[in-house]
């Protein structure tokens, strides 16, 4: 089945501590997101990579990184330097261009 | 760059009524609109989505209206059912490379 995978589904970790949201995908589209989802909120756009290698900025990016070493995948990590990163992190891709998304399941980040 | 915005954060309907959703954009070159459906605790699904050279299109029980000249759209949902309890997002092109910008949503609550 062609999709998008996120794992784990629940995550906790003590402040201070980075830690590392797998992405992965197999619809073999070009470009990946991440978004942030508070409650009763919007999704907010972290990162976006349009093709390997590349990724750019989204608006609240800070606290964040990414990399885009393979198609498929796209990890971001949620260093100590995130204020406040409690929240529901959703991956998700498409063909090149603002079209369609397919999202993934989400992970349930909870930093105590 | 776009910014959108849906009319209602709740809405309840009685099941079997039909359920209208509204968004608002701001950008009127916007030419691409999509529909999210959010269940709790999981990634949005597509419902559907409208090119700005349509007014109208239609799925399964769900139908998209596009107003350009108010930069308004809606999603009608016919015969409302349980299943359809959810959070609703509208969705368009925006930001340096066309990203995806998405409004608050809209929690769709249907009584029995």
């Known amino acids: 089945d062609g999709g998008i995978t996120q794992s784990p589904k629940y995550l906790f ?6 830690v590392t949201l797998s992405c992965e995908q197999n619809l073999n589209h070009d470009a990946m997101y991440w978004y942030r989802q508070d409650p009763g909120q919007g999704l907010r756009l972290i990162y976006y990579s349009q093709i390997v290698n590349d990724f750019q ?3 609240i990016a800070e ?8 198609k498929e995948s796209f990890p ?5 330097a995130q204020k406040n990163p409690t929240a529901f992190y959703l991956c998700a891709s498409s063909v090149r261009g603002p079209y369609e998304q ?11 | 760059g776009e910014s959108v915005g849906l009319h209602l954060p709740t809405l309840s309907v009685q099941e079997g009524d039909n359920s209208i959703i509204n968004c608002a954009y701001s950008n ?3 030419d691409y609109f999509i529909w999210y459906k959010q269940e709790s605790g999981k990634g949005p ?5 409208i090119r700005s050279n349509m007014d109208k299109r239609q799925g399964q029980r769900v139908t998209v209206l596009l107003n350009k000249t108010v930069k308004h759209l809606s999603l009608q949902i016919a015969a409302t059912q349980p299943g ?3 959070v609703y997002f509208c969705a368009a092109p925006g930001g340096s490379q066309g990203n995806l910008i998405f409004g608050k949503g809209t929690k769709l609550s249907v009584k029995p």
Not at chain 1, 76 to 80: A, D, I, M, R
Not at chain 2, 45 to 49: C, G, N, Y
């Open chain 1, 13 to 18: 970790r003590k402040e201070g501590q980075n």
């Open chain 1, 76 to 80: 971001l990590t949620v260093t100590s």
């Open chain 1, 63 to 70: 606290g964040y990184s990414v990399s885009r070493e393979k």
């Open chain 1, 57 to 59: 900025k989204g608006d």
């Open chain 2, 28 to 30: 009127s070159a916007s």
């Open chain 1, 102 to 112: 397919y999202f993934g399941p989400g992970t349930r980040l909870t930093v105590t």
């Open chain 2, 45 to 49: 699904q597509f419902i559907i989505d």
């Open chain 2, 84 to 86: 359809d309890s959810a």
